[in-house]
C-alpha cells in the first residue's frame, strides 16, 4: 500500500504524525510519501519515507500552502492507495478532485474550539468561522473516512468513527524521577500556562530546582521565554523532535502541565500527561478533566488549581522532598502508561483500518 500523508499546519516531525502513525505504516511494511513543510520548518525528512515540500500554512497565510497541496493531490491522486489529511485546512485541497483514492482526515482537536485561541483571528470573525467549521466537518463525515483523536470527538458527528488516541512509545525500563529539575513538554502559548512556568521557575530558582521547557512557542510567547532565559530563570529548548524530546524527560522530578480552562482542552487529555508516565515521572497538572482522570486512576501525580504557580511550585518542592512517593508515583504511572497507553497496542488497528479503507487484502 502508497500512502500520502499531507500536513501544512503540524511540524513535519508532529510525534503523532510522524513518530506514531507514519512509523506505523512503515513498520508494516507500506510506503509512504509525507508532504508537510520541512523547509519552513528547518526540518529533513526521515529516510524511511518520500518527502516532499509544502509550504506552511501559519496564521492568516494559509492560501498558499492549500493550493500547493491541492495540485500535489492532483498530481499524486493516481500513484497512491489512500490520502491522510492531518489538518482542516486541506479538506479544501482535496473537495471536488475527481478519480480520488480513498481519503482519511485524522481530527486532532475540537476544530470550532481551538478558534478562540487563535490570536490572529479577529473576535467578529470567530462565530461564522465556528459555523463554517461546523459545516467542513459534516461534510467530511459525509464525503471522507474520519479518525479521531479522542473520544470525546465523537459527540461531533453523526456516525461512529475509528478513536486513535494520542498514545506514546513506552520504554521498557525507566530511570527514578530525581529531584532538582522539572521539564515541560509541548507547544508554549500563555493558555498552555507559559506564563505559569515562567513564574514557577522563579518560585523554585531560590531551591535550586531547575525548570526546563522543550518545545515551540508561539509569537507571542517567545519575546517572554527569550526574556527569562536571558534571566537565568529556565532553560528553553525550542522545538525538538519527539524521540529526543523524550530522552529529556528522563530523571527529572516531575512534569508539568498548566493549560488553563479553555473549551478545546475541557475534554481531551494532553498527550504530555501519558508521556510523563511513560518515563516514570510525577504529573502536575491543572485540573482539566481529562488530566484529572488519568492522574487520579492510577494516583500518578498532583492536581493543583488554574494559573496558580505558587500551588506549582508548592507541589514541586513537596515531592522533592519526599522520595518515597515522588518514586511510588512515578512507577505507578509508568506501569499504567505500559498497560494501557504504550503506541504499539494501538498502531495494528490503525494500520488494518487504513488497510482495510484502501482495499488491501492480508
Same mark, same amino acid.
Given at each position: 500500500?502508497?500512502? /500520502? ?22 513498520? $508494516? ?17 526521515? !529516510? ?7 509550504? =506552511? ?25 489512500? +490520502?491522510? +489529511? ?14 480520488? !483514492? ?19 483571528? !479577529? ?6 468561522? =465556528?459555523?463554517?467549521?461546523?459545516? /467542513? ?35 521498557? @525500563? ?15 502559548? =500563555? $493558555? ?5 512556568? +515562567?513564574?514557577?521557575?522563579?518560585? /523554585? ?15 507571542? @510567547? ?33 512534569? /508539568? ?33 481529562? $488530566? #484529572?482522570?488519568?492522574?487520579? =486512576?492510577? &494516583?500518578?501525580?498532583?492536581? #493543583? ?6 500551588? +506549582? ?8 522532598? &519526599? ?20 503506541? !504499539? ?18
Amino acid at each position: 500500500m502508497h500512502v /500520502l500523508v499531507m500536513t501544512v499546519v503540524h511540524n513535519p516531525e508532529d510525534a503523532r504524525i510522524l513518530h506514531r502513525q507514519i512509523r506505523a505504516l512503515v513498520d $508494516a511494511g507500506h510506503e509512504v510519501t509525507y508532504a508537510a513543510s520541512f523547509t519552513a520548518h528547518g526540518v529533513v525528512p526521515r !529516510p524511511w519515507v518520500n518527502g516532499v515540500d509544502l509550504p =506552511r500554512a501559519a496564521q492568516r497565510k494559509r492560501v498558499a500552502a492549500v493550493w500547493a497541496a491541492r495540485k500535489l493531490f492532483k498530481r499524486m491522486r493516481r500513484k497512491v492507495d489512500l +490520502v491522510v +489529511v492531518h489538518d482542516p485546512e486541506l479538506l479544501f485541497a482535496i473537495w471536488g478532485v475527481r478519480n480520488r !483514492p480513498p481519503v482519511v482526515w485524522d481530527v486532532h482537536e475540537d476544530t470550532p474550539a481551538t478558534l478562540s485561541l487563535k490570536p490572529w483571528l !479577529p473576535s467578529p470573525l470567530r462565530p461564522p468561522m =465556528r459555523f463554517l467549521a461546523r459545516m /467542513l466537518e459534516s461534510m467530511a463525515e459525509r464525503h471522507l473516512h474520519l479518525l479521531l483523536a479522542e473520544t470525546a470527538y465523537a459527540g461531533r458527528f453523526k456516525h461512529a468513527h475509528l478513536i486513535v488516541p494520542n498514545e506514546t512509545w513506552v520504554p521498557d @525500563s525507566v530511570t527514578p524521577p530525581g529531584d532538582d529539575r522539572v521539564v515541560y513538554l509541548g507547544w508554549l502559548s =500563555r $493558555a498552555r500556562g507559559v506564563m505559569d512556568a +515562567v513564574e514557577v521557575a522563579r518560585l /523554585l530558582q531560590p531551591y535550586r530546582v531547575a525548570v526546563e521547557l522543550i518545545g515551540y512557542a508561539d509569537p507571542q @510567547s517567545r519575546p517572554v521565554l527569550n526574556q527569562a532565559v536571558t534571566e537565568g530563570l529556565l532553560e528553553w529548548r525550542d522545538f525538538m523532535p519527539n524521540d529526543e524530546a523524550l530522552k529529556r524527560l528522563d530523571g527529572a522530578l516531575a512534569g /508539568l502541565s498548566l493549560l488553563h480552562d479553555e473549551p478545546n482542552y475541557r475534554h481531551s487529555m494532553p498527550t504530555k500527561i501519558v508521556e510523563y508516565m511513560a518515563h516514570g515521572i510525577p504529573v502536575i497538572t491543572t485540573p482539566s478533566p481529562r $488530566a #484529572v482522570e488519568l492522574v487520579e =486512576r492510577y &494516583d500518578s501525580g498532583v492536581v #493543583v488549581p488554574w494559573e496558580d504557580p505558587k500551588a +506549582v511550585a508548592q507541589a514541586v518542592l513537596t515531592l522533592r522532598d &519526599d522520595v518515597r512517593e515522588r518514586r511510588a508515583q512515578g512507577a505507578r504511572g509508568y506501569a499504567a502508561a505500559r498497560a494501557n497507553h504504550h503506541w !504499539p497496542n494501538s498502531a495494528k488497528r490503525f494500520v488494518a483500518q487504513l488497510e482495510s479503507w484502501a482495499g488491501v487484502k492480508n
